[in-house]
């Protein structure tokens, strides 16, 4: 069975341009998240999906992060423009009935 | 309010002795606990996870936890450390009914010594 599928897995861009990172959950699991991890630290969640319903979005920067999930399967996380702080691991995990998540294997953004 | 601490950012050990992970919860909920691992540029990966069945947890690659409620902890051991186990670890506590978010801690890094 495929893991979560996470694309880029590296990106570099200049401070103020846009961004984008892409998901693709474990087949049939209803619920999506999106972390972002910096270095040294845990993930934190950005936020949580239930099929394409974002159920918890209250850790996520609306002012410059937007993220989608319109079909209920795979989704995406932008952010325009980005800031030198931005630079991290942003990881995305699925779950089925919620209380084990998988992870993909993260986007690590540089922001110069 | 949820959080858990991991009283070690680095734990150094030779390989073929124990292995011992501490962490620290804190839950207004009854917590389901986890520990996660994470090899360099490879996405985490779930060791063992408790749930309020058994307290004595047994994971992947020989990992276990014990929860203590008493003590609110639920360290991570390994009885013989191997040169694979090099990683960070994560400490990760949510409630039992999966519907508040992951909490994880700032992780520890275990450097395997040959």
């Known amino acids: 069975e495929a893991g979560v599928v996470q694309s880029p897995r590296y990106k570099i861009i200049e401070k103020k341009q846009p961004v984008a990172f892409w998901c693709n959950p474990i087949?049939?699991?209803?619920?999506l998240y999106w972390y972002l991890q910096n270095l040294g630290q845990g993930p934190e969640l950005l936020i949580r999906?239930?099929?394409?319903?974002?159920?918890?979005d209250s850790q996520l920067p609306k002012d410059r992060f937007s993220a989608e999930r319109l079909k209920g399967v795979d989704s995406t996380l932008k952010i325009q423009p980005a800031e030198l702080g931005d630079s991290a691991v942003y990881l995305c995990?699925?779950?089925?009935?919620?209380?084990?998540?998988?992870f993909g294997p993260g986007t690590r953004l540089t922001v110069l | 309010a949820q959080s858990v601490t991991q009283l070690d950012s680095h734990v150094s050990v030779s390989e073929g002795t124990p292995v011992l992970l501490r962490c620290n919860y804190s839950?207004?909920?009854?917590?389901?606990l986890f520990w996660y691992v994470q090899h360099p540029n490879k996405g985490l990966q779930l060791l063992l996870k408790?749930?309020?069945?058994?307290?004595l947890v047994k994971g992947i690659n020989g990992f276990e936890a014990e929860f203590k409620k008493s003590e609110t902890s639920f360290h991570l051991t390994k009885p013989s450390a191997h040169m694979s186990d090099a990683a960070e670890y994560f400490c990760?506590?949510?409630?039992?009914?999966?519907?508040?978010?992951?909490?994880f801690g700032k992780g520890t890094r275990l450097s395997v010594i040959a």
């Open positions: 995990a699925s779950s089925l009935g919620g209380v084990e998540q998988f």
């Open positions: 087949s049939g699991h209803n619920t």
């Open positions: 999906y239930e099929n394409e319903e974002a159920v918890d």
């Open positions: 839950s207004s909920y009854s917590p389901s």
């Open positions: 408790y749930t309020s069945a058994a307290t």
């Open positions: 990760v506590v949510s409630d039992f009914s999966g519907n508040t978010p992951l909490v």
